[in-house]
C-alpha cells in the first residue's frame, strides 16, 4: 500500500517527534518537546548545557529510551531499543567523544556489523577494502582504508564515522558537536562533506556550541532550554542576539574590559622547559594579577606544558620557579604543595570521579583542609561545598548527587572549584569553555577574571581566538613545540595570531 | 508509572532490595523449618559466616581501588600455619602469635600491592602467582604436616565465646565497624573510592595512587592473617592445606553486597549483608536437609542473580 494519500504535513516532515520526556535521577532531562525534521535539511539544535540536546540525540539515535512520547520517520512510528534499532532504521550518530575500534583498520570500522563475508563465515577481505574504499570515494576522501584507526588524526576518525554511517546507507545521522575538537581547515571539510550528504538528501541533526557554525552549515535551528523547546526558527531569519537571548532566556552581556591587575612581580618563571616530543626550550613567566594566554594549533604543544608545568608529563630539562624557588615537578601532589593548580582540557579523564558526589569531588584535591586526625570533617566539607556552589553557581541535585549526572557545564565548574581549594597561587586552565554553552562560558570567562584581579596568575589554553583574545593581557603563540610570538591581545588581530600559529 | 516513581523505585531497589532479600528468605525459613529462628541456630549461622565475612571484609578494600586478590585462601592457610607455630603451650604469649600471623597476612598482601602499582602487572596475575607462591610457603613452614598441640589461650579465640556469642563472631563485628567507619569517614577510606571511581582523576588530584593501593592490599593481606588465625583456633590446628577457594565465597560476599568489579562503588554494609546471605542461605538449606550439591548450585546462582538484579536497579 505504498500509494497511500499523505497530507502534506507527513511528507514536510521526515523525521517527527512528539511530546519526548525522558528524567534521570534528579533532573528532568527532556519535558515534553515536538520537532520536526524536514528531509534533507540540516537541522541545528543548540542551547546551554543542560538544555537537553544531548538527551534528545540519544533518544533519536536509540541510546536511550523516552519515558513517554514517540518518533516516527516518514509517517512510521518507530520502536527504538538501542542503537542497533535506530540504524536498522536509517538514524545513525557521530558522537562527540568518538567510540571507533582504534586497533582495527579504517575498513573494518566503516563496514563493522556488515563486512561482507564468503561461505558464510570467512571475511572477505578485499570485498572489505573495495566496499569500504566506495564509501570512503563517496566522501571525496583520501584515507587509506588498510591503515590502522589509531593513526588517524581526530578529524580524520570522524570523517570515517561518517562514512560508517553511509555504509549503514542512513539517512538521517545526528552529529553530537562534530567540530569541537577540530581545526578550521578540518571544520571547513567537514562542512563540505555535509552539504554533500544533504545534497544526496541526507536528513541532519545537528548541536553546536559555536553561534558561527549555525549561520555556516544550519538550514533551521532549534533552541532548547531546560529540557522545553524554546523556539524553531530558519537560519535566514534568526540573528545571533535573538539566538543567544532565547538559548539563557535573559540579556547577556558579552566579554567586556579586561582586567587591569598587571604590574606585580613574576610568579611563576619557566626557563628552557624541554620535554621530548612536546616542546623544547621555552622561556616565560606568569606575573600576579596577569592572565598569560597561549595560542596555536591543536598539536602545538600547549597541552604537554601545562600538563609539565602540573607534573603529568614532568619536564625533561629547564627550570621552574615559583617566586624565587626552584621547584622539581614530578608529580601532581607536587605542584598542588606549591600551589599550583590544573584544570585539564580532558575532564571525563582527569578531572571527574563519576559516580562520587558533588562534595567529595570537590574536596578530592585538598581533603586534608577538611578533615581532623584522618577523619573527614564532613561538616566542614559540607560548609566549604555550599560556599562553592553558591559562588560558582553549580547547578545539582544537592552535594550528594553524583558528579556523573550533572550537565557539562557543570561538571566544569566542579573541576574548577576542586582546584580552587588548593588556594593555589597559579592556575593552568587548559580549554576551560571548551563544550560548554554561551551562559556558563560568560560566567567562566567573569569568573577567571576575578581570579586574576584577586591576584592569581592565570595560564590560558585556548583554541577560541576571540575567547583568548578578550581575556589574556599578554599572549604567547607557539607552533610545533616552540614560543614563537609575544602579542598584545589589544593590538593584535585573529590573522595575526592565526599568522604565527600556523606551519610555514 | 511516572518517570520520577520509576527512578525512585529503582534507587530504592538498589539501597535495600538485599536487605529485603535477605528478610524475606529468613521469613520463609522461619515458616518451612521450626528450628531456624532459635536464637541457638542464628548464632551458628553467624559463626559460620564468621571467617568468610572477615575475608570479604578485607577483600572490599581491593574490590574497592579497582582490583582483586585472589590469594586469600593461600593466605589463610600461610598464617595459620604461622600463626600455630607461636601457639603451643608455654611458650609465647598468645598475643604474639597473633601479631606474628596478622603481620604475614598484610606481608603477603604489602607484595601483592607492591607489584601490582611499582610493577604495573595486572592484580589477577600478581595475586594468582600469590595464590600458589602463598600455599608453597604454607607447605614449606609447615613441612606439609598439620601443626598441632596448640594452647587453650589460643584455641579460645576460634571456639571461645563472651557472655554467650561466639568470639569469631565479635571479631567479625570490631573488623566490620572498624573498616565501615574508615572507609566512610577518613582520608585513605575517600582515597581508596576515589581512586577506584577514577584512577587518573585521582592522580591529577594530588593523591598517592601507590600508597592508598598498596594500602588496600595490606589491609586485605592482614584480615586474612586474622581470619586464617581464627580458622587455625576453631579447629585447633594450623592446617597448610586449609582455605582453598576461601577468595571465591569473599569476593561473592562483597559482590553480592553491591561492591562494583571496577571499583569506586560499595561498601562493607553491603559486603556484611552478602556474606549473611550466603551464610543464612546455607544455614536453611541444610536444616531442610537438601544435598550439599544442590547447595552448591543454588549458592551460584544466588551470585549471578543478585548482581544482575542489581545492575537492573541501577539502570
Given at each position: 500500500m505504498r500509494s497511500d494519500v499523505r497530507t502534506t504535513e507527513e511528507v514536510e516532515s521526515f523525521l517527527r517527534i512528539r511530546g519526548l520526556t525522558k528524567a534521570f535521577p534528579g533532573v528532568r532531562?527532556?519535558?515534553?518537546v515536538d520537532l520536526d525534521l524536514k528531509p534533507g535539511e540540516v537541522h541545528v539544535l543548540i542551547g546551554e548545557n543542560g538544555a537537553g540536546k544531548s538527551t534528545l540525540m540519544k533518544l533519536v539515535a536509540g541510546l536511550e529510551c523516552p519515558d513517554s512520547g514517540e518518533i516516527s520517520k516518514q509517517g512510521r512510528v518507530l520502536r527504538m531499543r538501542n542503537p542497533h534499532d535506530a540504524i536498522r532504521l536509517g538514524i545513525a550518530m557521530i558522537h562527540q567523544e568518538l567510540m571507533p575500534?582504534?586497533?582495527?583498520t579504517v575498513a573494518e570500522n566503516i563496514l563493522i556489523g556488515q563486512e561482507p563475508v564468503q561461505f558464510g563465515v570467512w571475511i572477505d577481505r578485499k570485498g572489505l577494502l573495495q566496499g569500504a574504499a566506495r564509501v570512503l570515494g563517496r566522501l571525496k576522501c583520501a584515507i587509506?582504508?588498510?591503515?590502522?584507526?589509531?593513526?588517524?588524526s581526530l578529524a580524520e576518525m570522524q570523517l570515517v564515522e561518517i562514512a560508517r554511517a553511509l555504509a549503514q546507507d542512513a539517512d538521517v545521522i545526528v552529529m553530537d558537536e562534530?567540530?569541537?575538537?577540530?581545526s578550521k581547515t578540518e571544520v571547513a571539510a567537514l562542512f563540505e562533506v555535509i552539504r554533500d550528504l544533504q545534497q544526496r538528501g541526507a536528513t541532519i541533526l545537528y548541536t553546536s556550541h559555536k553561534m558561527e557554525e549555525v549561520f555556516e552549515i544550519g538550514d533551521r535551528v532549534t533552541v532548547l532550554r531546560d529540557g522545553r523547546r524554546v523556539t524553531t526558527l530558519k537560519v535566514d531569519d534568526a540573528s545571533e542576539e535573538e539566538l543567544i537571548q532565547a538559548m539563557v532566556g535573559r540579556e547577556l552581556t558579552l566579554v567586556s574590559s579586561r582586567a587591569k591587575?598587571?604590574?606585580?612581580?613574576?610568579?611563576l618563571t619557566v626557563h628552557n622547559l624541554s620535554r621530548k616530543g612536546g616542546f623544547e626550550k621555552l622561556s616565560f613567566q606568569v606575573n600576579a594579577g596577569e592572565i598569560l594566554g597561549f595560542a596555536g594549533l591543536?598539536?602545538?604543544?600547549r597541552t604537554a606544558v601545562v600538563n609539565a608545568l602540573f607534573g603529568l608529563?614532568?619536564?625533561?630539562?629547564g627550570e621552574i620557579q615559583i617566586g624565587d624557588r626552584r621547584l622539581r615537578i614530578r608529580c601532581p601532589q607536587d605542584a598542588i604543595r606549591h600551589g599550583i593548580g590544573l584544570v585539564s582540557e580532558d575532564r571525563r579523564r582527569l578531572g571527574l570521579?563519576?559516580?562520587?558526589?558533588v562534595r567529595s569531588n570537590l574536596t578530592l584535591a585538598n581533603l586534608k583542609a577538611y578533615s581532623r586526625r584522618g577523619f573527614v570533617d564532613v561538616a566542614a566539607e559540607s560548609r566549604i561545598t555550599a560556599e562553592q556552589v553558591h559562588s560558582l553557581g553549580i547547578k545539582s541535585a544537592?552535594?550528594?548527587?553524583?558528579?556523573?549526572?550533572?550537565s557539562g557545564g557543570n561538571q566544569q565548574k566542579v573541576v574548577l572549584s576542586r582546584m580552587l581549594l588548593i588556594c593555589p597561587s597559579v592556575l593552568l586552565l587548559d580549554?576551560?569553555?571548551?563544550?560548554?554553552?554561551v551562559g556558563a562560558k560568560s560566567e567562566i570567562h567573569g569568573l577567571i577574571r576575578k581570579l586574576a584581579s584577586d591576584g592569581l596568575g592565570v595560564l590560558l589554553v585556548s583554541s577560541e581566538l576571540p575567547e583568548l583574545l578578550a581575556l589574556s593581557d599578554r599572549l604567547l603563540v607557539m607552533r610545533n613545540g616552540r614560543l614563537v610570538a609575544e602579542l598584545d591581545p589589544e593590538r593584535t588581530s585573529q590573522e595575526e595570531v592565526m599568522g604565527h600559529a600556523m606551519l610555514r | 508509572m511516572q518517570p520520577g516513581q520509576a527512578s525512585r523505585l529503582a534507587e530504592w531497589i538498589s539501597r535495600y532490595g538485599l536487605l529485603l532479600a535477605l528478610v524475606l528468605l529468613a521469613g520463609l525459613l522461619s515458616c518451612l523449618t521450626?528450628?531456624?529462628?532459635t536464637a541457638q541456630n542464628l548464632l551458628i549461622v553467624l559463626r559460620q559466616i564468621s571467617i568468610n565475612g572477615i575475608l570479604a571484609v578485607g577483600v572490599t578494600y581491593v574490590l574497592l581501588t579497582g582490583g582483586v586478590d585472589l590469594s586469600l585462601g593461600s593466605v589463610v592457610a600461610l598464617t595459620g600455619v604461622v600463626a600455630a607455630g607461636f601457639?603451643?603451650?608455654?611458650?609465647?604469649?598468645v598475643i604474639l602469635a597473633v601479631l606474628v600471623g596478622i603481620l604475614a597476612g598484610s606481608g603477603c598482601g604489602l607484595v601483592n600491592g607492591l607489584i601490582v602499582t611499582?610493577?604495573?602487572?595486572?592484580p589477577f596475575i600478581v595475586t594468582l602467582g600469590m595464590l600458589t607462591v602463598a600455599r608453597g610457603l604454607a607447605l614449606v613452614v609447615s613441612g606439609g604436616r598439620p601443626v598441632s598441640n596448640l594452647s587453650s589461650s589460643f584455641t579460645v579465640l576460634g571456639g571461645g565465646a563472651i557472655i554467650g556469642i561466639p568470639i569469631p563472631v565479635l571479631i567479625l563485628c570490631v573488623v566490620a565497624f572498624a573498616s565501615h567507619v574508615f572507609l566512610k569517614r577518613t582520608r585513605p577510606g575517600r582515597y581508596i573510592y576515589a581512586v577506584g571511581g577514577n584512577e587518573a582523576a585521582a592522580y591529577a588530584s594530588g593523591i598517592n595512587v601507590t600508597a592508598v593501593k598498596t594500602l588496600a592490599y595490606a589491609v586485605c593481606g592482614g584480615l586474612a592473617g586474622l581470619a586464617g588465625i581464627v580458622l587455625a583456633a576453631r579447629i585447633t590446628t594450623g592446617q597448610?592445606?586449609?582455605?582453598?577457594?576461601?577468595e571465591l565465597d569473599a569476593i561473592a560476599a562483597a559482590v553480592i553486597g553491591g561492591?562494583?568489579?571496577?571499583?569506586g562503588v560499595g561498601g562493607i554494609v553491603g559486603t556484611l549483608l552478602g556474606a549473611l546471605l550466603m551464610g543464612v542461605l546455607n544455614n536453611g538449606l541444610d536444616l531442610m536437609n537438601v544435598s550439599s550439591y544442590w547447595q552448591q548450585i543454588v549458592k551460584g546462582l544466588i551470585i549471578v542473580g543478585a548482581v544482575w538484579f542489581d545492575q537492573k536497579g541501577r539502570r
Open positions: 532531562a527532556l519535558d515534553d575500534f582504534r586497533q582495527m587509506s582504508p588498510e591503515r590502522l584507526l589509531g593513526e588517524l562534530p567540530t569541537s575538537s577540530l591587575g598587571r604590574g606585580a612581580g613574576p610568579l591543536m598539536g602545538a604543544g608529563e614532568p619536564a625533561d630539562r570521579v563519576p559516580q562520587m558526589s544537592g552535594q550528594e548527587q553524583p558528579v556523573a549526572f550533572l580549554e576551560p569553555t571548551r563544550g560548554i554553552d | 521450626p528450628n531456624f529462628a601457639a603451643h603451650p608455654g611458650e609465647y604469649p611499582r610493577g604495573k602487572v595486572a597448610p592445606n586449609a582455605g582453598i577457594a576461601y561492591t562494583s568489579l571496577s571499583g
